[in-house]
């Protein structure tokens, strides 16, 4: 228990274990007006025993509790052929696919960006605000435009959502990579001047290296903003495939429980995506010779 208290497995047991217990709560008292109301008109009474089991076991709850959800993921999840559109899996596939090809548009556009901006004083003064202002404008408000602009021009399916994608990824990237290569300070690149290297390879050995563990902070807030544009960019299309999708057919026809699901889901993607961002870093670090 010593070792688990000293490391990080216990805190987030107890913060796990408080949020359900939370949310159980909060799934009672959420539904039980409506329990209550729905054995009224059925002439029907009940101890608060039975009052709280059926809150927990309503088909159209308020706030689902954890384990309806979990029992919907277990059906939509394992019970079904993954290639069925029932599956979540079939659908966070879709969600994924568009989310990995804007996450790298966003990311190359953001370095690009970063670089110009570093090494040109014009851009920095010029692109910079531009950059920062773009971020205030909601994406709920751009998302139908650009899907309604990209579909007069023939550009369906993947690409609109990926575009939409690209343009949430792009600025933390642009951001964290500014700050990466503006990171070596005044006696490093001293010391590269002594050496009399070129710009380029003060930029490729001191630059690069300094900038890589701002870069890849930046990549995981990126890959998850980076899913989040995917889902927004279903909604206004009224896609029959992906978590949005899901959401919106859940909202439709007032299935709580499977919008829930589909959020779980969602969260579920956007740790794997954090994760697999995290790896990568990790390979890239050892192979620079840097600590993991």
Same mark, same amino acid.
């Given at each position: 228990?010593?070792?688990?208290?000293?490391?990080?497995?216990?805190?987030?047991?107890?913060?796990?274990?408080?949020?359900?217990?939370?949310?159980?709560?909060?799934?009672?008292?959420?539904?039980?007006?409506?329990?209550?109301?729905?054995?009224?008109?059925?002439?029907?009474?009940?101890?608060?025993?039975?009052?709280?089991?059926?809150?927990?076991?309503?088909?159209?709850?308020?706030?689902?509790?954890?384990?309806?959800?979990?029992?919907?993921?277990?059906?939509?999840?394992?019970?079904?052929?993954?290639?069925?559109?029932?599956?979540?899996?079939?659908?966070?596939?879709?969600?994924?696919?568009?989310?990995?090809?804007?996450?790298?548009?966003?990311?190359?556009?953001?370095?690009?960006?970063?670089?110009?901006?570093?090494?040109?004083?014009? /851009?920095?003064? !010029? +692109?910079?605000?531009? #950059?920062?202002? *773009?971020?205030?404008?909601? @994406?709920? &408000?751009?998302? %139908?435009?650009?899907?309604?602009?990209?579909?007069?021009?023939?550009?369906?399916?993947?690409?609109?959502?990926?575009?939409?994608?690209?343009?949430?990824?792009?600025?933390?990237?642009?951001?964290?990579?500014?700050?990466?290569?503006?990171?070596?300070?005044?006696?490093?690149?001293?010391?590269?001047?002594?050496?009399?290297?070129?710009?380029?390879?003060?930029?490729?050995?001191?630059?690069?290296?300094?900038?890589?563990?701002? /870069?890849?902070? !930046? +990549?995981?807030?990126? #890959?998850?903003? *980076?899913?989040?544009?995917? @889902?927004? &960019?279903?909604? %206004?299309?009224?896609?029959?495939?992906?978590?949005?999708?899901?959401?919106?057919?859940?909202?439709?026809?007032?299935?709580?429980?499977?919008?829930?699901?589909?959020?779980?889901?969602?969260?579920?993607?956007?740790?794997?995506?954090?994760?697999?961002?995290?790896?990568?870093?990790?390979?890239?670090?050892?192979?620079?010779?840097?600590?993991?």
């Amino acid at each position: 228990m010593g070792r688990l208290a000293a490391g990080n497995a216990l805190p987030i047991l107890v913060v796990v274990a408080a949020i359900f217990a939370i949310w159980y709560v909060a799934a009672i008292l959420m539904n039980w007006q409506g329990v209550s109301e729905r054995l009224a008109r059925a002439g029907q009474s009940a101890t608060t025993v039975e009052l709280v089991l059926l809150t927990m076991e309503s088909d159209r709850p308020l706030l689902p509790a954890p384990h309806q959800i979990l029992a919907e993921l277990q059906r939509t999840v394992l019970e079904v052929a993954p290639t069925s559109r029932r599956s979540l899996v079939f659908h966070a596939t879709e969600t994924i696919s568009a989310t990995l090809v804007g996450f790298a548009i966003g990311a190359l556009l953001g370095i690009l960006i970063a670089v110009g901006i570093v090494h040109m004083r014009t /851009l920095e003064k !010029s +692109l910079m605000p531009w #950059v920062i202002s *773009s971020q205030t404008v909601p @994406i709920l &408000a751009i998302a %139908p435009i650009i899907v309604v602009v990209l579909g007069s021009m023939g550009i369906r399916g993947i690409l609109p959502k990926a575009i939409i994608s690209a343009y949430l990824c792009f600025f933390p990237v642009a951001i964290g990579m500014v700050k990466g290569l503006s990171a070596p300070d005044f006696l490093q690149r001293d010391l590269m001047r002594t050496y009399s290297a070129s710009g380029w390879q003060t930029f490729w050995k001191l630059k690069v290296p300094t900038s890589l563990p701002y /870069l890849f902070a !930046s +990549l995981k807030v990126a #890959v998850a903003i *980076s899913l989040v544009g995917a @889902i927004v &960019a279903e909604l %206004p299309t009224g896609a029959q495939a992906g978590l949005g999708a899901r959401l919106l057919a859940g909202s439709y026809f007032g299935q709580t429980i499977q919008i829930w699901s589909a959020l779980v889901m969602a969260a579920i993607c956007a740790a794997l995506l954090v994760v697999a961002v995290g790896l990568v870093e990790r390979v890239v670090m050892r192979l620079m010779g840097g600590r993991t």
